[in-house]
């Protein structure tokens, strides 16, 4: 899903920031901006709700945690109050995989997504739109490795990143 609005950095200056607290089998307490993040966005696959990713810096050994936030909110729906939330946690160059597998240990407890300036001319039919998505939002149970041998902890999440989402993705929330 990268674009070129996301490929350097989330968004500019210090709209783009992901907090966190992970406990377990990670220790780390992340404090992502600026031009150390790189984020995107869209709807799921399964169209059920928005996805937004932030990739942060690497570490000393060369890897890089990337947090993915499925969120079971309408896309481009101004601000939503309470949606569960799925978090995924990769730590790439390290082949782990951690998930709180669902939807039912994760929760954001405030949303908003707005829309972003276009450059140029507004297109007579525009194909997709950016957005800006803030949360904050928290976990009661852990995310998991994939084959259960380790936990990390993320009692709080704090994000803003950018998500971009075809007409198609806007219009079908809206009937539904």
Request: charge should be neutral.
């Amino acid at each position: 899903m990268p674009t070129a609005a996301t490929a350097d950095q989330c968004l500019p200056g210090e709209r783009g920031f992901l907090r966190a607290r992970l406990r377990g089998a990670i220790e780390a307490d992340l404090d992502w901006r600026g031009a150390a993040i790189q984020c995107e966005g869209g709807a799921r696959p399964d169209g059920r709700g928005i996805r937004v990713s932030f990739l942060g810096p690497a570490d000393a050994r060369g890897q890089r945690l990337r947090l993915v936030f499925g969120i079971a909110a309408a896309p481009g729906h101004a601000r939503t109050a309470t949606a569960a939330t799925n978090v995924t946690l990769i730590v790439e160059g390290a082949d782990r995989v951690y998930t709180t597998a669902g939807g039912e240990r994760c929760a954001i407890d405030a949303l908003v997504q707005e829309p972003l300036p276009t450059a140029g001319p507004p297109a007579a039919s525009q194909e997709s739109r950016q957005y800006r998505v803030a949360a904050r939002g928290y976990c009661i149970d852990p995310a998991a490795l994939l084959d259960g041998s380790a936990r990390v902890y993320i009692n709080r999440f704090d994000f803003a990143g950018v998500a971009r989402f075809e007409d198609n993705d806007l219009h079908a929330t809206r009937h539904d």
